[in-house]
């Protein structure tokens, strides 16, 4: 992007509100892209702050470890694809063999 935009230390993006305004689709796929926020200012002074959603997502309400971890092993186990058809008939077939005990 042809933009003057300086970087912070911690990577993020500050740019002017004027250069905002002018690339403002432009800053939308970027942030997304590159999972980074970007501090907007005006005459200097830091005004704002665009996140990405899943950026706000994880400030507003964080994931519990517990989901994490599951998560990460159903990526793993490759069962992160299933759908809710698939999971119902895995835990009907377990509830009948468990019964069967």
Same mark, same amino acid.
Request: hydrophobic share 40%; net charge positive.
């Given at each position: 992007?042809? /933009? %003057? @935009? =300086?970087?912070?230390?911690?990577? /993020?993006?500050?740019? $002017?509100? #004027?250069?905002?305004? @002018?690339?403002?689709?432009? +800053?939308? %796929? &970027?942030?997304?892209?590159? *999972? *980074? %926020? #970007?501090?907007?200012?005006?005459?200097?002074?830091?005004? =704002?702050?665009? +996140?990405?959603? &899943?950026?706000? !997502?994880? +400030?507003?309400?964080?994931?519990?470890?517990? #989901?994490? !971890?599951?998560?990460?092993? $159903?990526?793993?186990?490759?069962?992160?694809? +299933?759908? $809710?058809?698939?999971?119902?008939?895995?835990?009907? %077939? $377990?509830? *009948?063999?468990? =019964?069967? &005990?």
């Amino acid at each position: 992007m042809a /933009t %003057s @935009a =300086a970087m912070a230390k911690n990577g /993020t993006i500050v740019i $002017s509100a #004027l250069r905002a305004r @002018a690339n403002f689709g432009k +800053l939308l %796929s &970027r942030i997304e892209d590159e *999972r *980074r %926020s #970007l501090i907007i200012e005006k005459r200097g002074t830091p005004k =704002a702050v665009l +996140l990405s959603i &899943r950026e706000y !997502v994880k +400030l507003a309400a964080p994931e519990p470890e517990v #989901l994490r !971890v599951l998560g990460e092993e $159903s990526e793993r186990h490759g069962t992160s694809t +299933l759908t $809710s058809r698939q999971i119902d008939k895995i835990i009907k %077939s $377990s509830r *009948r063999q468990k =019964a069967k &005990r």
